[in-house]
């Protein structure tokens, strides 16, 4: 329980997830959707958790799948831990089984669990076992499960006549940027740490160039490929610049076209509720003890995201 992460010759390794389940109403699949039969765990400092956040409140769903949340601090020996409100401020207990730590959630679901406690969770509480653990799969199923009870019914952040292109732009993103910011951070050889650095500045500058021409990544559509960028983007300057060592550029300063793209995302409804710069910043800069060993968390919270931002143009109509 004390691994958070593996590196192969100075290069992180991130653990594939292991529960793969799906929630749909296909005949004859144990995890039927239904209001109130599930529950989210997750972690607010976590960009992957915080995905299956932002699109559990654009759909409305927050009355039919409740949550709790982790407290910022993974310690090292047991890893995340519930805390109340009164404790940790943003944190929300575990409701459903009372339990102290997420690991025996994993090993409710599963005795012989070897592998990392990680967030997000979707439990079933019908059937008292973990449904899946990997966010990408995790949003696909909020995207569209539920409708029946949503407060947006309907909306579809992977719409089928752009799936192929979402896809495409998902994959070398979370390569790249979203994993990428780690493979630099957790980086144990100049080499790795170099390599990997670069492959984010070059990722971002192909991101730039998109935003330049369109106002999200796929044309004018906001997309589940948004949702997935703006979950590490709001995180890179307060933290993956100074604390991973991305330190090529800031959004603040050298991106301008992803900081208008942040900017709009950030001051869509609901958006900025979800995400806690409090439970971010103290999460990694305390938390990670062998890259930050004094644990002092820098104040700047990266650049003011309630900026107001005008109607996109591309930038060949530009002036």
């Known amino acids: 329980m004390s691994i958070r992460w593996k590196t192969t010759k100075g290069e992180f390794v991130r653990q594939v997830s292991s529960f793969r389940n799906t929630v749909s109403a296909e005949p004859g699949n144990p995890f039927q959707p239904a209001p109130d039969r599930y529950h989210l765990y997750v972690s607010t400092a976590c960009p992957w958790a915080h995905r299956t956040l932002v699109v559990r409140a654009l759909k409305g769903l927050e009355d039919v799948l409740p949550v709790s949340i982790v407290d910022w601090h993974l310690a090292s020996d047991k890893g995340w831990h519930f805390s109340d409100a009164a404790t940790t401020p943003g944190a929300i207990p575990d409701t459903v089984n009372g339990f102290a730590y997420l690991h025996e959630l994993y090993f409710k679901a599963d005795p012989e669990y070897s592998a990392r406690f990680t967030v997000p969770v979707l439990w079933d509480k019908q059937l008292g076992t973990i449904v899946n653990n990997e966010s ?89 490929a948004d949702i997935r960028l703006f979950t590490t983007m709001v995180r890179f ?24 793209w942040l900017r709009r995302v950030y001051q869509m409804p609901k958006i900025a509720a979800t995400v806690d710069m409090d439970h971010i910043k103290k999460h990694y800069y305390v938390s990670h003890i062998k890259i930050n060993p004094t644990q002092v968390v820098p104040l700047w919270d990266g650049p003011d995201l309630t900026v107001p931002v005008g109607e996109f143009v591309p930038r060949s109509q530009r002036k």
């Open 136 to 224: 990408s799969e995790i949003i696909r199923m909020l995207n569209t499960a539920f409708d029946e009870w949503s407060s947006a019914p309907g909306l579809t952040f992977y719409p089928e006549s752009l799936r192929q292109q979402i896809d495409d732009v998902n994959a070398w993103i979370y390569d790249q940027i979203n994993n990428g910011v780690y493979k630099t951070g957790f980086a144990t050889t100049q080499d790795a740490y170099e390599r990997n650095c670069k492959a984010v500045f070059a990722a971002l500058a192909r991101v730039e160039d998109i935003l330049a021409e369109s106002e999200f990544l796929v044309g004018s559509t906001f997309t589940e």
């Open 237 to 260: 300057d307060p933290v993956y610049h100074t604390h991973f060592k991305c330190t090529s550029g800031t959004v603040a300063h050298d991106f301008p076209n992803i900081l208008r």
